[in-house]
C-alpha cells in the first residue's frame, strides 16, 4: 500500500481534503504496480490540483529490495509531481515524528493521536500509511511551505535559494 493525503490550508486552519492508500498488494508484477501509482498520481493531482508535494525520505533497512521497491515508487510518485509543476520537499520520518509530537522517536499511534487533535478530523481510520501521509503533509505545513498561506513564498528549492543568494556565487 502507499498512502496518499491532501490537506487544505486556510490561514491557520487546516482540513483534510482526503487521506487514503492506493492499493496494491493482489498485483504482483512489479511494473503493473508502478502503473498503478502513476494513474492514481495523475488522478488526484487532476481533480484537486494541489500546489505542493511532500515525502516522507526513505528509511534505510536492512532489506535491499524493500529499498528498492519503496524508491521506485517513490520516484514514479516525485516524476508526476515534477511533470505537473508542483514543487515537492522531503521529510525524514524522525522529522515527521518530532514535527508533529515532539518526540522523533514517536510510534505511529502516538502520531495518529496528535494529529487528531492538531486537526478536526471526521475520516475514519483505515491504515497506518494514510495517516504516515497525513503526517508527512502536516509537517510540510509546520515548516512553512503548504498553501499560500503556509508562510514562504515562492517554489523553494534551488531556484529560489539561488535567486536569494546571489552574492555568494561565484563564478
Known amino acids: 500500500m502507499m498512502g496518499y493525503s491532501l490537506l487544505k490550508v486556510t ?3 487546516l482540513a483534510v481534503i482526503e487521506m487514503n492508500v492506493i492499493r496494491l498488494t493482489k498485483i504482483k508484477d512489479m511494473f503493473e504496480r508502478l502503473g498503478m501509482i502513476n494513474e492514481a498520481m495523475v488522478k488526484v493531482i487532476r481533480d484537486h490540483k494541489p500546489t505542493e508535494m511532500a515525502i516522507e525520505a526513505p528509511f534505510f533497512g536492512k532489506n535491499v529490495q524493500s529499498m528498492l521497491k519503496l524508491g521506485r515508487a517513490q ?48 475520516i475514519p481510520f483505515e491504515t497506518y500509511d494514510a495517516t504516515d501521509a497525513l503526517a508527512v503533509a502536516v509537517c510540510h505545513h509546520f515548516q512553512g511551505h503548504a498553501g499560500p498561506q503556509g508562510g514562504k513564498k515562492g517554489k523553494g528549492g534551488w531556484e529560489s535559494f539561488l535567486k536569494e543568494n546571489k552574492h555568494r556565487i561565484k563564478m
Open 11 to 13: 490561514g491557520k486552519q
Open 75 to 122: 520516484g514514479v510518485a516525485i516524476g508526476i509531481a515534477m511533470e505537473k509543476g508542483l514543487p515537492v520537499a522531503e521529510y525524514s520520518p524522525k522529522k515527521v515524528k518530532q514535527s508533529i509530537t515532539g518526540n522523533g522517536n514517536a510510534d505511529k499511534e502516538q502520531v495518529w493521536k496528535m494529529l487528531k487533535t492538531i486537526i478536526k478530523i471526521d
